[in-house]
């Protein structure tokens, strides 16, 4: 199968999706993978498979490359004498701003390229933690209590410590601190918006119980991974986030019941159905005496969560071929004729 892995984007979370990159070429060597590079200032580049190293990328090789264009279906190369357009379905694997915010997802809609990954309108409620809670209001999903605050606005907290400090609109654990005493509050609050205009505060709950599930829809049918229950020390923080994200090796089943995996899926499924449809998205939930508990939606998981399912290459191909073309409207000038007859121009 032909797919092109888009990768990279202008975010606080550019190298993580180099990693993942990398990574889903070693899940993916069965398949016939190209690599499009989109660096820090939005131009994209063709990058030669045997090239995909941290080393090309940190030490600016990818820009003797071929640069790419986006024309309607793919991207197109231009040589001196010939050009040739790249129309493979695309995986788009740009974490954050960019990848995640819905610009990309924009871009490939627009120009009617194929992809695997979530639409603007899922980005919109994922990207931006604010807006998963009001998703998770408006579909009686439960999820954290929480507290929003404004940069330069006045600040009032109720929650009681112990507290998680975020940025509105960051993954990776950038910017994210843990507060234990009222002294520390204000500090946290400045470090997260350094990175957001907009922050998160949540009750930090711990020895709490977590769970992740992936999944996808083909045909109306939900698809699963397994449920796996992360080992945590008490923060995992960037730099452990960052090697995760490079993971590989099929993790183990976490140790719960039937019960408990029917509830997860059943809130993974009312998250997704409606907006994630053409995405492969990961979940992670909070277990709380015994109540299901939504923490966070990953729309473009780190590494795809490919650790997370028993055959990954066999549910990407299986992803692509059910995905669809973006709806158009049919343009017609009908309308401007019948103005123009009638006025006699």
Do not use: W
């Amino acid at each position: 199968m032909k797919l092109t892995i888009l990768f990279g984007g202008a975010s606080f979370e550019h190298e993580i999706s180099v990693v993942s990159a990398i990574t889903v070429k070693e899940k993916l060597s069965s398949f016939d993978l190209s690599f499009v590079f989109c660096d820090g200032d939005h131009k994209f580049y063709l990058i030669d498979a045997d090239k995909m190293k941290a080393t090309t990328f940190s030490k600016q090789l990818h820009k003797k490359m071929p640069e790419l264009t986006l024309t309607n279906g793919g991207f197109l190369q231009k040589s001196f004498l010939s050009s040739t357009t790249h129309t493979n379905t695309v995986l788009n694997l740009i974490h954050g701003a960019d990848g995640e915010d819905g610009t990309i997802a924009s871009l490939l809609d627009f120009y009617d390229i194929k992809f695997i990954g979530p639409r603007k309108e899922a980005c919109t409620f994922s990207y931006d933690k604010r807006y998963t809670k009001y998703l998770c209001d408006a579909i009686g999903v439960k999820s954290v209590a929480y507290e929003v605050f404004s940069k330069d606005a006045e600040t009032n907290l109720s929650l009681s410590m112990p507290i998680i400090v975020k940025p509105a609109s960051l993954g990776s654990s950038i910017g994210v601190s843990i507060v234990k005493e009222d002294s520390e509050f204000d500090y946290a609050l400045d470090t997260a918006f350094e990175f957001d205009s907009s922050v998160l505060v949540e009750p930090f709950i711990e020895g709490v119980k977590e769970y992740n599930l992936a999944g996808y829809m083909t045909d109306g049918k939900m698809h699963f991974s397994i449920v796996e229950e992360p080992q945590k020390e008490e923060f995992l923080d960037f730099e452990k986030k960052y090697m995760d994200f490079s993971r590989s090796e099929q993790v183990s089943r976490a140790k719960i019941d039937e019960e408990l995996i029917n509830k997860l899926k059943s809130s993974f499924e009312r998250v997704y159905r409606g907006m994630f449809e053409g995405a492969l998205i990961r979940c992670d939930f909070f277990v709380v005496d015994g109540e299901v508990l939504l923490n966070e939606i990953n729309p473009i998981p780190g590494s795809m969560a490919n650790y997370l399912f028993e055959d990954f290459p066999a549910s990407i191909k299986e992803l692509a071929a059910s995905l669809s073309n973006a709806k158009r409207a049919k343009v017609s000038y009908d309308y401007i004729h019948s103005i123009s007859q009638a006025k006699g121009k």
